[in-house]
């Protein structure tokens, strides 16, 4: 999948790292532009997830196959406190429980019937294991925790570490665009082709999503929600980045070793919310 942008970044974690960064924060100043405009009327609420919400009988029709890793504890301790800030501020916002969040670090196929699923999941069999396990031989630490502004979910993202509060950048040298990489290349190689909707280079988890437009219905409602955000990522920066010229100030806090405490998940179904059920799991560290 990332072949290319690997090479061209002569697989140099500063410049992989400076080229995710770019890109975040380039799309939160697009969004944040298109939030506010006169344009713009209100979020985009899922409605999948309000029928879902709705009706309890209710059965997403859209079936994926997916490599998830699931957050340390101190990651899922960030993401609880800004959790309660949002719900604070929108009552009416659907946050992801405890139990079901997840970043998808490959998403193989989507949008398929349980049968076609089912006929990947066969084809894979053989290599699920060594993909599930695959952290254990290359680890990858992600950093600098941060909020993405959008107008349909918030998700909290990070970028491949690069040496930050490490001995060498080259402790470092294997990025989680690599993990990807590879994981696409097992996946392909074994014969099912990756599928998924887009290529980014995003690590990120969707913590909150819209059900409803009654919390963002305005310009001043929209401001104000767009204002917490930017708060709470510059509460995150102070909290959760790694310090520059404090080589020893780093924990648990400030980065996540994906595959550590939890394994890497291969998972089917209706997977969009943190459902499915899990076919292989790896062995955390």
């Keep these: 999948m990332f072949d290319d942008l690997l090479a061209e970044a002569n697989n140099d974690p500063r410049m992989i790292q400076s080229h995710c960064e770019r890109?975040?924060?380039?799309?939160?100043?697009?969004?944040k532009t298109q939030m506010l405009s006169r344009?713009?009327?209100?979020?985009?609420?899922?409605?999948?997830?309000?029928?879902?919400l709705?009706?309890?009988?209710?059965?997403?029709?859209?079936?994926?196959?997916?490599?998830?890793?699931?957050?340390?504890?101190?990651?899922?301790?960030?993401?609880?406190?800004?959790?309660?800030?949002l719900r604070a501020l929108a009552p009416g916002i659907w946050t992801t429980p405890s139990t079901c969040l997840h970043m998808t670090v490959l998403e193989i196929v989507h949008t398929l019937t349980p049968e076609e699923v089912a006929a990947c999941?066969?084809?894979?069999?053989?290599?699920?294991?060594?993909?599930a396990d695959w952290p254990l031989k290359h680890r990858t630490r992600l950093i600098k925790p941060m909020l993405n502004i959008d107008d349909g979910a918030v998700a909290l993202s990070f970028v491949p570490a690069a040496g930050e509060c490490r001995d060498s950048v080259s402790d470092d040298q294997y990025t989680y665009l690599h993990l990807r990489n590879d994981l696409s290349r097992m996946s392909c190689e074994?014969?099912?082709?990756?599928?998924?909707?887009?290529?980014?280079?995003?690590?990120?988890?969707?913590?909150?999503?819209?059900v409803s437009n009654k919390d963002h219905g305005d310009k001043r409602a929209m401001e104000s929600w767009i204002k917490t955000l930017e708060a709470l990522n510059i509460w995150l920066k102070d909290n959760y980045h790694p310090k520059i010229g404090q080589p020893n100030k780093v924990d648990v806090d400030c980065e996540w070793y994906i595959g550590a405490e939890r394994p890497l998940e291969i998972r089917q179904g209706s997977l969009w919310y943190?459902?499915?059920?899990?076919?292989e799991t790896g062995t955390a560290y």
């Excluded at 999941?121 to 993909?131: D, G």
């Excluded at 943190?274 to 076919?279: P, Y």
């Design 23 to 31: 890109q975040r924060v380039g799309r939160n100043d697009r969004l």
């Design 54 to 85: 709705q009706q309890p009988n209710y059965q997403d029709p859209r079936n994926n196959l997916c490599v998830w890793a699931r957050p340390t504890r101190a990651v899922g301790g960030m993401i609880e406190k800004v959790q309660q800030e």
């Design 39 to 52: 344009e713009l009327q209100g979020v985009k609420t899922d409605e999948f997830l309000l029928r879902a």
């Design 190 to 210: 074994n014969g099912v082709e990756v599928v998924a909707r887009y290529a980014t280079t995003s690590s990120h988890m969707t913590v909150a999503r819209f």
């Design 274 to 279: 943190g459902g499915g059920e899990t076919i």
């Design 121 to 131: 999941v066969a084809t894979l069999r053989p290599c699920l294991k060594e993909m």
